[in-house]
Structure formats: C-alpha cells, structure tokens
C-alpha cells in the first residue's frame, strides 16, 4: 500500500472510480432504479424517482469505498489490482471519501419521506457492520439476508406507495439474500480461509457453497410459486411462471457452466449471473403482484 510520491490527476481519477466498485454498485442501481419506476407507475414523478436513486447510489459507493479502506490489508497480500494497494488513493481519501458519500446520501434522502430514510439507515447499518467485520464470520449470510429485501422496500417506500403484500418480501429476500452472499464470496473462498476468515462460504466450502447457492434460488422461487398458487399473495399468471421459467433455466445454465471444477476466473461471472437471476425473479414477482 506504499503511495507513489506523485500521482497524476488521471491516477487519482481512476483510483476513486474503481474504489466505487463499478459493476456491482451498477447493478444495485439498475435494481432500486427498475423498484422505482415499478413503484411510481403508472403515475411517475420524475424528480423523486430520480431522488431515490441517486440516494441509493450514493450510498453503495459509500459502501464500496469503507469496504476497500477496512480491507486494505488483506488486498495487499492478494488483491494487489486494488485502487489502495496500487496507490491510486491513499487510506485516508477512501475514508474520506466514503463519509462524504454518505453525507451526500443523507442530503438527497431529506426531502423524501421518513420511512425511506429509515429504512436507508437500517441498511447502511448492516453493510457498513458487514464491511467492519461481519463480512468474517458465517453471520455475513445473514447480514446480506437481511439487506437484500431492503432495497424494493426503500424504493417503494421512496415514492410513497407502501403495499401489505412487500412483507413478503422478506422471506424470499431471505433466501435470495443468503444465495447472493454466498455467490458473491465464492471468488474469494481460498484467499479467506488462507487469511482466518470464517466466511459462511468457507465454513461451507466451495462444492457445498455452489450448491446451497441454487437451492436457495429455487427455494426462492418456490415460495412465490406456492404464493401465487394458493392466493395467499394473488398475482398475474402470465407474468410469473416466464419469471419461474427463467429463474429455472439460470440455474440450469449454471450448474451446467459454473462449479467448483471451472477455473477460477468463471466465479466471478457466476456471482454476475446469480444477481441478475436473484433480480429478475424478485422484479418479476413484483411486476406479477402489482400490475
């Protein structure tokens, strides 16, 4: 992590953009952005639409930053790719950097309303404790359980439209939640364990981590089948069994595509692959319940 004694303004330019973790805050944003306009419709309002999402954006780029300044050291021993270890920025300016995102994320929070607040401060909470060292331990699963339905949740609640049916969010976000942590730490399962890590990945090891990964999927995926098909959360016929029929084709690609015997770089793209699934299937499910 030694900083170079002069760095260029494209240096440090760069530094930041890939201490902002660009193609998952991406998705994040993708996510509350497809939530809003789905909560909003048919009557949008641009301006807090817009709002929302900057909002939701500022703060997983505050995320991003605190998780390269509290993983630091570790990222030095094998990460050496990262904008800290590569001197692109120093420690301070990632801290920095991610309290200003978040000061920037309460700022736009402001004028929504105070269940959209709420509801942000609960999940800064848990990623932030996540990235100070839940991240460690099997309770990361939880941690991500936890998050994961959030996000619908504050994007509904950020347009003032609250539904009794988003509770249901909350089992299936757990589910869903616990196959993203475990998809996201799958890429770094070895490196953990070298380092004492005791991430719910490595304590299930790489075969079973795969494994309880899709079934948790599927298991997802179930539970709005059997809502759907007893009434208990009634929804259109014709948009959620393409939504099932989707979900069911991704984890047949990737147990056909992706597994512990594949090199290592395909992890990656596994955890890409497993969040885009995770959110067609809630989006989708959404889109069902409310239209």
């Known amino acids: 992590m030694k900083i170079t004694k002069k760095r260029h303004t494209r240096d440090i330019v760069l530094g930041f953009y890939l201490l902002s973790h660009p193609a998952p805050v991406l998705l994040h ?5 497809l939530f809003a306009l789905l909560a909003a419709w048919p ?13 939701h954006a500022a703060m997983q780029i505050s995320i991003a930053m605190i998780n390269d300044y509290c993983d630091r050291r570790l990222d030095a021993a094998g990460k050496p790719s990262k904008p800290i270890v590569r001197g692109l920025v120093t420690p301070v300016e990632a801290l920095v950097g991610g309290f200003v995102m978040m000061g920037i994320m309460l700022l736009l929070l402001l004028p929504l309303n105070p269940l959209a607040l709420g509801i ?9 404790s996540y990235n100070l060292g ?3 331990t099997p309770l990361s699963g ?3 359980a936890l998050a994961m339905p959030l996000i619908p949740l504050y994007a509904f609640a950020g347009v003032g439209r609250t539904l009794p049916v988003l509770l249901w969010l909350v089992p299936v976000g757990l589910f869903l939640g616990v196959a993203l942590n475990l998809a996201n730490s799958i890429p770094d399962i070895e490196e953990d364990a070298a380092t004492g890590a005791r991430t719910l990945a490595v304590v299930l090891g790489v075969n079973h981590s795969f494994l309880v990964c899709r079934i948790l999927i599927i298991a997802g995926a179930a539970l709005i089948a059997i809502l759907m098909a007893t009434r208990i959360v009634p929804a ?12 069911c084709l991704a984890v047949g690609g990737m147990l056909l595509c992706f597994g512990p015997m594949q090199p290592l770089v ?6 890409y692959v497993a969040a885009v699934t995770c959110l067609v299937l809630a989006g989708g499910w959404l889109i069902g319940v409310i239209v």
């Open 142 to 144: 939880i941690v991500f």
């Open 43 to 55: 009557h949008p309002l641009w301006h807090v639409i817009a709002l929302v999402i900057a909002a």
């Open 29 to 33: 944003i993708i996510a509350v952005s």
């Open 266 to 271: 395909t992890r990656k793209v596994h955890f």
């Open 120 to 128: 942000s401060l609960l999940y800064l909470i848990l990623a932030q």
């Open 134 to 136: 839940l991240k460690s």
């Open 236 to 247: 259109q016929f014709w948009v959620i069994v393409p939504t099932l029929f989707f979900t």
